[in-house]
Every structure is written in C-alpha cells, then in structure tokens.
C-alpha cells in the first residue's frame, strides 16, 4: 500500500473514532437533558414557579405591580403580558391594570345616566366598566377604540347613554365590523354609523374643511397611523376647534385628550375622515 493510501485510511479511521466519541458523550448527558426537560415540567405546575416568575425583573413600573399583586395575594402570572406592557407605556391604567384579576368577571355597565352629553363625552376603551370583556379576539381595553369613540359620538348626537362602549362592541361583532386580532374595521364608522341612523361623511384631509365641520359641533371620526397616538393604528375622536387648533378625545390617552393639536402636527398621521351629523 502506498503512503498516500496509508494517510487516508489513517484519516477515515480517526473521524470515524471522533463520531463514536461523540455519540456515546451524548448518551452519557442525553439522560440529564431528559430529566432536567421533566423536572422543568413539573416545577411550571408548581407555585414555586409564580413565585419564581415573579421574581423575573419587569421593565418601567413592574416593581409596583408586583407590590400590588403580593399585597393582594396575586402573583404577576395573573396578569396577561399584553396588560403588563399596556401599563408600561401608559401609567394611566395603572388601576385598570392592577385590579384586572379580582374585577375581571365583573358585568360591563348597560348604561351612562348622569353622563354630561352637552359635548361629546370622552370615554375611555379601559375604563374598568367595560374594559375588561373581550372585543375582536382581545381585551376590549387593548383593541376597543373603535367602539368606543363610535360610542362617544353616538352618545353626543342622540343624548342616549345606553349606547355604551360595550354596547357598541357587540353591535360592530354582530355586524362584522369586529376583526379578529386586529380591532374594528373601518367600516365601523362609514357603514356601521349609517345602520345607527346617523349621517356618515367621508371628508378630505384638509383644515379647513375639518375646522368647519367641528365650528358647527360635527364630531369628526379619524383614523390615526404611527405617531402621537399609535405604533399600528388607531380611532380618535376629533370634537373642537380653538385657536387654530384642534381637540382630540383620545380612547386610550387623557393626557392626549387635554392638548390642543397644531393641524401640521397630526396631518401625516390622520389615514381617514369621517363626519358626523343626525338625519
């Protein structure tokens, strides 16, 4: 046999001596991969997993929340994570959030008596009344600004405050205008607005022609984009015009509800226009 023919047996020889090494490390360790998989399985049934996840470091507030929840005797694993994080990008939830697990199953208001309908009302989608029932595949208080700002305007132009966020969730679900994982369509408003007896308008984006309608007291429905009110999408309510700028009744936001909007600032963000009147 010639030296070159040597090396190469040598060669396939020593891989062939690697694999079998391998192999039979891993039989040595692929017992423990096992019982550490079955162990993990059983700990995540256990409390000691609540306690541990607990114990998992939260961005922002979750100190406070946690707090609240051992005080309350909850734990963190209570909560669903979207909740979490809705919290931590708006502390004005702070209650909506923390009280979620022991209010939860609690009916939603049938009705506003005593509500202030001589402006146009600002609701919010997480007011613990209706926030907490399921809307589109979701928490209403993540994915219900289209019922609710429809809620505030019908609520505004016919003065009957049965006509609640939750009432109106079921109208947009009964009706298809509810879409799964996404929220409402905007048929919500163009369409579902004409079957509740109002006069629905498309408009264009321009100033003056918001800044008319809202002189008259017509609320304006807009659908915002990425921006001062949204990362995906969103429904705002546009309800006044003063000193040139406009006031927005915000679902989700009161901080955004209390400033007056400079039409240049919102102008990029707004994706659609619908006015309001009664027949």
């Not at 919010?124 to 209706?130: H, I, L, V």
Request: proline share 5%; with cysteine.
């Amino acid at each position: 046999m010639r030296r070159t023919d040597r090396r190469r047996e040598t060669a396939v020889v020593s891989r062939h001596r690697r694999r079998r090494g391998r192999t039979r490390r891993f039989g040595r360790i692929a017992p423990v991969i096992l019982i550490f998989v079955l162990a993990a399985a059983v700990l995540s049934r256990t409390s000691l997993f609540s306690e541990l996840k607990d114990a998992l470091p939260i961005s922002g507030s979750s100190a406070k929340l946690r707090q609240y929840a051992r005080e309350h005797g909850l734990s963190v694993s209570d909560y669903p994570e979207k909740l979490i994080e809705l919290y931590q990008r708006n502390p004005e939830t702070e209650q909506f959030v923390f009280e979620y697990p022991l209010v939860k199953d609690n009916p939603p208001a049938d009705d506003l008596s005593g509500l202030d309908t001589s402006s146009v009302p600002l609701l919010m989608q997480w007011d613990q009344r209706w926030g907490y029932g399921q809307y589109a595949g979701n928490i209403f208080g993540l994915s219900g600004c289209g019922p609710t700002c429809l809620s505030m305007v019908a609520i505004y132009l016919t003065g009957d405050t049965s006509m609640t966020p939750a009432w109106m969730g079921e109208f947009a679900s009964e009706h298809g205008y509810a879409v799964e994982g996404s929220g409402s369509a905007w048929a919500l408003f163009s369409e579902g607005g004409k079957e509740l007896g109002f006069d629905v308008t498309e408009i264009p984006l321009d100033e003056e022609r918001i800044a008319a309608n809202l002189e008259v007291n017509n609320p304006i429905v807009a659908v915002m984009g990425p921006g001062d009110f949204t990362t995906t999408g969103h429904f705002i309510v546009l309800t006044g015009y003063e000193n040139g700028k406009i006031r927005v009744n915000d679902p989700n936001n009161r901080g955004n509800s209390e400033k007056l909007w400079e039409f240049d600032r919102i102008q990029s963000q707004i994706r659609d226009l619908w006015v309001f009147r009664n027949l």
